[in-house]
């Protein structure tokens, strides 16, 4: 029984571990901004891995319609999986950014979320998303305030679809106006960038839940002094780790855990 520490998600309900595992090199190696480049694995490493951060405790699966085919692959590990084990997994996903042909295309709007997440249902092979966020171009505030995204997503929460909305932002600004209506936010956070800081304690403070991308800066910081300060931070819920590399994996998790136990 693995000890990796788990935390509930602001008020949403859900428990997520503290590493979560991000699936983008699951799906895609095009348009990265890795140090390197990669081979997506097969088909027999892509169920290994899973199947592997399961038994490490990570319960919550990161993934998006951006991420390639990976919300395809997923859709048939989690196929694969008991009851049980199926229903201790926090399944998120986004709407917004679709990667077709080696580029992204952004929609957003109430009929592209509403198409996107049917899609994302589908290919998922399950009737409800835990967590849905947006995945934004940037332009977080127009997205908010122009567009009807976010009273979709609150139609499909009140119709069983998703269980918890939020975003996963690129600006302060954007973030702190989610926080109106979110029930989770997504921020970058890490030693070289804590531009989010405030707003994540912030959302703390009004029972949202805050998780964490890019806290290795796409691969570019040492996870051992990334992790120990991602995760220092009370506000934090939840790492979220892309990854390959099982190995890897096990060894952030060890961090993680003497991290949130010290």
Do not use: W
């Given at each position: 029984?693995?000890?990796?520490?788990?935390?509930?998600?602001?008020?949403?309900?859900?428990?997520?571990?503290?590493?979560?595992?991000?699936?983008?090199?699951?799906?895609?190696?095009?348009?990265?901004?890795?140090?390197?480049?990669?081979?997506?694995?097969?088909?027999?490493?892509?169920?290994?891995?899973?199947?592997?951060?399961?038994?490490?405790?990570?319960?919550?699966?990161?993934?998006?319609?951006?991420?390639?085919?990976?919300?395809?692959?997923?859709?048939?590990?989690?196929?694969?999986?008991?009851?049980?084990?199926?229903?201790?997994?926090?399944?998120?996903?986004?709407?917004?950014?679709?990667?077709?042909?080696?580029?992204?295309?952004?929609?957003?709007?109430?009929?592209?979320?509403?198409?996107?997440v049917e899609e994302s249902l589908r290919k998922l092979k399950t009737d409800h998303l835990d967590l849905l966020m947006i995945h934004s171009n940037g332009d977080d505030l127009h997205i908010l305030n122009e567009t009807d995204t976010v009273a979709a997503m609150q139609k499909l929460k009140q119709a069983g679809k998703v269980t918890a909305i939020g975003l996963s932002g690129k600006t302060v600004e954007g973030a702190r106006a989610s926080l109106e209506w979110a029930d989770v936010l997504m921020a970058e956070f890490h030693i070289q960038d804590d531009s989010h800081l405030s707003v994540m304690?912030?959302?703390?403070?009004?029972?949202?839940?805050?998780?964490v991308k890019k806290g290795l800066a796409a691969g570019h910081l040492d996870p051992q002094a990334a992790i120990e300060f991602v995760l220092s931070e009370s506000s934090v819920d939840s790492l979220v780790l892309g990854g390959?590399?099982?190995?890897?994996?096990?060894?952030?998790?060890?961090?993680?855990?003497?991290?949130?136990?010290?």
């Open positions: 029984m693995s000890l990796l520490p788990r935390r509930s998600l602001g008020q949403t309900g859900l428990i997520v571990s503290a590493i979560g595992f991000g699936s983008f090199k699951i799906g895609r190696n095009q348009g990265i901004k890795y140090p390197s480049g990669y081979d997506l694995p097969t088909d027999v490493e892509c169920e290994r891995l899973f199947n592997g951060i399961l038994d490490l405790g990570i319960n919550l699966i990161d993934t998006a319609p951006a991420y390639g085919i990976a919300e395809e692959r997923l859709g048939q590990l989690l196929s694969q999986l008991s009851s049980h084990r199926r229903d201790e997994i926090v399944l998120s996903s986004k709407v917004g950014e679709r990667f077709v042909d080696g580029k992204s295309i952004y929609e957003f709007g109430a009929d592209a979320v509403i198409k996107s304690r912030e959302a703390q403070e009004s029972g949202i839940g805050v998780l390959l590399n099982l190995d890897h994996f096990a060894s952030n998790c060890r961090i993680a855990t003497e991290v949130r136990n010290a």
